[in-house]
T-cell receptor, first 114, second 110 residues
Framework: EPEVTQTPSHQVTQMGQEVILRCVPISNHLYFYWYRQILGQKVEFLVSFYNNEISEKSEIFDDQFSVERPDGSNFTLKIRSTKLEDSAMYFCASSPVGVGETQYFGPGTRLLVL | SQQGEEDPQALSIQEGENATMNCSYKTSINNLQWYRQNSGRGLVHLILIRSNEREKHSGRLRVTLDTSKKSSSLLITASRAADTASYFC??????????FGKGNQVVVIP
């Protein structure tokens, strides 16, 4: 069964460094998402992406964040200058169409900012 | 903004018993989805129920949705040790962003 995959599974970085989290959505899906879960807290929506542009973003998704689909398979989340509070589990998700459909999540990347 | 809120937050049951957890939300929705998360792992989609549906079954799972009360319940029948996990409801208002609740921790004792 097709799955969303994410790399790396864990990343440790120093505050102020840039990180890129990578995702490979399910191949025939058209909508892509990033969510994050700070330890012990709710899963929070960051951004959705369709047709090579952002379709929705939350207030969390500020200028430090960017997303890109650099090729036909990868979907990336970049954090330009990490802060301590960016430490979280980051989940990528994809869905075949947008509104009203199941979102399939990847296993997550655990980011620790020191 | 809408959000799911599960109740209760922690449940400990014996294997074979049923587990029920509830979720309430605040605004109109397109659908509501339930996910499972094993400790430190990814989110596994369990079931989606649309706003025009009242009940849905999938294997040992039964989900109900009451849009007049803005609430949903997830029932796991004949629980197994492997059902030990956190369970989240997530609402979709039709804007491509899921709003998750805080989650229910379910422990099934063998």
């Amino acid at each position: 069964e097709p799955e969303v995959t994410q790399t790396p599974s864990h990343q440790v970085t120093q505050m102020g460094q840039e990180v890129i989290l990578r995702c490979v959505p399910i191949s025939n899906h058209l909508y892509f998402y990033w969510y994050r879960q700070i330890l012990g807290q709710k899963v929070e929506f960051l951004v959705s992406f369709y047709n090579n542009e952002i379709s929705e973003k939350s207030e969390i998704f500020d200028d430090q964040f960017s997303v890109e689909r650099p090729d036909g398979s990868n979907f990336t989340l970049k954090i330009r200058s990490t802060k301590l509070e960016d430490s979280a589990m980051y989940f990528c998700a994809s869905s075949p169409v947008g509104v009203g459909e199941t979102q399939y999540f990847g296993p997550g990347t655990r980011l620790l900012v020191l | 903004s809408q959000q799911g809120e599960e109740d209760p937050q922690a449940l400990s049951i014996q294997e074979g018993e049923n587990a029920t957890m509830n979720c309430s939300y605040k605004t109109s929705i397109n659908n509501l989805q339930w996910y499972r998360q094993n400790s430190g792992r990814g989110l596994v989609h369990l079931i989606l129920i649309r706003s025009n549906e009242r009940e849905k079954h999938s294997g040992r799972l039964r989900v109900t949705l009451d849009t007049s009360k803005k609430s949903s319940s997830l029932l796991i029948t004949a629980s197994r040790a492997a059902d030990t996990a956190s369970y989240f409801c997530a609402t979709d208002a039709g804007n491509n962003r899921l709003a998750f609740g805080k989650g229910n921790q379910v422990v099934v004792i063998p």
